[in-house]
């Protein structure tokens, strides 16, 4: 964290931290940054919330919330997830064969939207077919732009 807005290295907070929260706190898990835009702090929160509940004894947590590291179970009250969107038509995603987290967004996000038009195609640039479908995307993006 940068010590020029109050943070603290891990070290000193590890020093700081009671011994007997430390192997919580301190577990073999990714690190949540905190940011300090409130949109990603609303995020910590709810990561850090989750993080809590998952540790607590069985019979603690209310077993509706169903906390797991993809659950939208915890949210901040009028928060938008992918559960409150929808598609007015059928959306195409195209995804670059040379992208390689492309097609695992793509499959993420056909998920989210399962029960709507939405669907994933992995393209190679060097096929005619997909330079063909690039110059239409293009010149779609171009009247677009000039009817904006």
Not at 41 to 50: D, K, P, S, V
Not at 70 to 87: H, I, N, W
Request: glycine share 6%; with cysteine.
């Amino acid at each position: 964290a940068d010590p020029q807005k109050g943070g603290l290295p891990v070290a000193d907070i590890r020093v700081q931290c009671p011994a007997d929260l430390a192997a919580f706190v301190f577990a073999e898990q990714k690190a949540i940054q905190w940011h300090r835009v409130a949109e990603y702090q609303m995020l910590a929160l709810t990561l850090i919330a989750e993080r809590v509940l998952q540790a607590c004894p069985t019979g603690i947590v209310d077993p509706i919330l169903e906390v797991d590291a993809r659950s939208q179970g915890l949210r901040f009250k009028g928060e938008v997830t992918c559960a409150d969107l929808a598609l007015a038509r059928h959306v195409t995603l195209l995804v670059s064969a040379h992208n390689p987290g492309a097609d695992e967004l793509g499959t993420e996000l056909s998920t989210a939207f399962r029960d709507q038009f939405f669907t994933v195609a992995t393209v190679n640039e060097a096929d005619s077919e997909t330079s063909g479908m690039a110059a239409v995307l293009s010149g779609a993006h171009q009247a677009m732009s000039e009817a904006a």
